[in-house]
C-alpha cells in the first residue's frame, strides 16, 4: 500500500479524502490523516478500512517529522505559512508535496534544493488559486496555437451561498475562512491595468468601484478588485496584453453594504479594543460613533454615514443585530476585525442542511487575423451540505487528482510550481468535468474595456 499523509481535516479536506479513499482499493492506498482536532479527522476517514486518523501538532518536530518519513507522498492541507515547514521535512526525507495554498517567497526559495533532489512541490492547485490557472491556461494556450495575440483577460472567483440556502438580505454564508472574508483587500491599493494604463484604488474606495457579471440561470453578480491582478501576468504569458483584471465575485448590493464596516473602522485589524469581553453589539458599533447626549446609536449611523431609513443597506445592517444591547462581543483584547467576524459568524454560518456555491466567470479578449475576438467562460459549482461543500469540492478534488498524478508519475516536472503547463491541467480538468465542475464557453463581442472601471 502506498502511503498518503494528509496534513489537517479542515473545511476543505472532506472531498480530498473521499476521493482518495473510493480509490484506495484500485490505486492501492493508505490514507493517513493528521491533525490536532483527532475528532475531526477520525470523522472524514469514517471508519475506512484503508485509512488512519493520527493526533498531530505540526508545531511538534519530532512526531511531524515522523509522520512525513513514514508517507510516499505528503498532502498539506494547512494555512499557507505553515507550508514551509512541512516542504523542507519534505526534502530532509525526500518526499513530493502538494497544496492549494499560493506560492510563497519562503516556499519559491526551496525551488532549487527541490530540482536537485528531483521533488515535486505543486502549489495552488484549489480552486482559486488553480481551477483558475487551469481554465484560464487552456483557452489562452488555445488561443495561441492558432495564432492569437492575447488583448484582454479578466477573472473572477466567489465563493457564495446556493440560491435554495439564500435566505439573508446579504446573499451571502461563510464557506471560507471568515477572517480572511472580513480582511479582504486590505494591505494595499488594488492594481490592474486597464487599456494600457495601470489603474489603482485605494481600500477607502474598493468596494464601491465594483463590476457587473451575468451568469446564466444565475443571475446578475458583481466583482471587486483583488489586491494585486498583475501577480500572473508573467507567469501566464500575458506581457503585451494591454487589460489585466482579477476580482471576487458578489450578489449584487454586497459591496455597497460592506463599504459601511470599511467606512466606520470595524475591519481594522492593527489595534485592540480595551473592554472589548464586556462590549455588547450596541457598545461596538458606537464606539466608533462621535458622543451625543441625546442621539440614538441608530440615529447617530444613519447621520454619519448618510444611510436613509428606507434605504436596504440600513435593513440589511439591522438583520445582523449589530444594534443588540444584550448580545455580548466576550472576546478579550480583540481588534475591531475579530469582533466583527464574531458578530457576522452568528448571521452567516452555513447550517446543517444549507448548500454554497462557486462561481468563476473568465473573459478573454484576443486578436486573430486582423479581428478582435472575445469568449466569456464560467463555471457554477453547487455544495451537497455544510460538510461536502462547493469549496470543498473545488479546492479537495483538484488536490487529490493531482496527488494521485504525482504518485503515479504522470506529473513528473520537479521544483516548486504551480499547474499552468498543459500535460498538468489538462487530465485534471478532464476528471474534474466527471464531478459537474464544468466551464461553458461563449463567444461575445470584444468591448476592449469595462466603462464601470475603465
Given at each position: ?39 475531526n ?41 505553515m ?13 513530493n ?8 517567497e ?11 533532489k ?5 502549489n ?8 483558475d ?7 489562452i494556450?488555445?488561443?495561441r496555437?492558432?495564432g ?112 459601511i ?40 449611523l ?37 469582533i466583527?467576524?464574531?458578530?457576522l ?31 466569456d ?48 491541467y ?14 461553458n ?14
Open positions: 500500500m502506498r502511503k498518503i499523509l494528509v496534513i489537517g481535516s479542515g473545511k476543505s479536506a472532506s472531498y480530498l479524502i473521499k476521493y482518495l479513499l473510493d480509490k484506495s482499493d484500485e490505486e492501492q492506498l493508505f490514507v493517513i490523516v493528521g491533525d490536532v482536532n483527532f475528532t479527522a477520525k470523522k472524514l476517514i469514517n471508519h475506512h478500512h484503508n485509512a488512519q486518523a493520527i493526533v498531530l501538532d505540526v508545531k511538534d518536530r519530532k512526531t511531524r517529522q515522523a509522520a512525513i518519513q513514514n508517507a510516499d507522498i505528503v498532502v498539506s492541507m494547512l494555512p499557507a505559512r507550508h514551509v515547514e512541512i516542504a523542507k521535512d519534505c526534502i530532509s526525507f525526500n518526499k508535496m502538494v497544496t492549494a495554498s499560493y506560492v510563497s519562503e516556499m519559491q526559495n526551496l525551488d532549487k534544493v527541490a530540482k536537485e528531483d521533488l515535486i512541490f505543486m495552488e492547485v484549489g480552486v482559486d488559486p488553480g481551477i490557472h487551469m481554465s484560464a491556461m487552456k483557452v494556450d488555445r488561443i496555437e492558432q492569437g495575440k492575447m488583448l484582454l483577460f479578466e477573472s473572477f472567483t466567489g465563493g457564495l451561498v446556493a440560491p435554495e440556502s439564500d435566505n439573508n438580505l446579504w446573499n451571502y454564508k461563510f464557506t471560507w475562512n471568515p477572517r480572511n472574508v472580513v480582511l479582504a483587500g486590505q494591505g494595499g491599493a488594488a492594481k490592474f491595468l486597464q487599456e494600457g494604463t495601470f489603474k489603482y484604488i485605494p481600500y477607502n474606495r474598493l468596494f464601491r468601484r465594483t463590476e457587473f457579471l451575468d451568469i446564466e440561470g444565475y443571475g446578475r453578480f458583481e466583482a471587486y478588485a483583488n489586491r494585486d491582478s498583475l501577480k500572473y501576468q508573467s507567469v501566464y504569458g500575458l506581457d503585451d496584453a494591454i487589460t489585466l483584471y482579477r476580482g471576487t465575485i458578489r450578489k449584487v448590493g454586497f459591496s455597497r453594504a460592506w463599504n464596516f470599511v467606512q466606520l473602522g470595524m475591519t481594522d485589524d492593527e489595534y485592540t479594543m480595551d473592554g472589548s469581553e464586556h462590549m455588547s453589539y450596541r457598545d461596538f458599533v458606537n464606539a466608533f460613533l462621535p458622543y451625543s447626549p441625546t442621539d440614538s446609536v441608530e440615529l447617530k444613519r447621520h454619519a454615514l448618510k444611510i436613509d431609513q428606507d434605504d436596504i443597506v440600513w435593513d440589511k445592517l439591522v438583520e445582523l443585530d449589530i444594534f443588540s444591547s444584550t448580545k455580548k462581543v466576550g472576546l478579550k483584547k480583540a481588534t475591531p476585525a475579530e466583527l467576524q464574531k458578530i459568524e452568528d448571521s452567516w454560518t452555513l447550517g446543517n442542511d444549507d448548500k454554497d456555491m462557486i462561481v468563476m466567470y473568465h473573459k478573454f479578449g484576443y486578436e486573430l487575423h486582423g479581428k478582435k475576438h472575445q469568449i467562460a464560467t463555471m457554477v459549482c453547487l455544495g451537497e451540505d455544510k460538510t461536502y461543500t462547493a469549496m470543498a469540492k473545488t479546492v479537495g478534488l483538484p488536490v487529490a487528482i493531482t496527488t494521485l498524478a504525482v504518485l503515479n508519475e504522470k506529473i513528473t516536472r520537479p521544483g516548486v510550481q504551480i499547474p499552468i503547463h498543459k500535460d498538468v489538462g487530465p485534471i480538468l478532464e476528471e474534474l468535468e466527471q464531478y459537474d465542475i464544468v466551464f464557453e461563449y463567444e461575445v463581442p470584444y468591448l476592449g474595456y469595462n466603462p464601470l472601471i475603465l
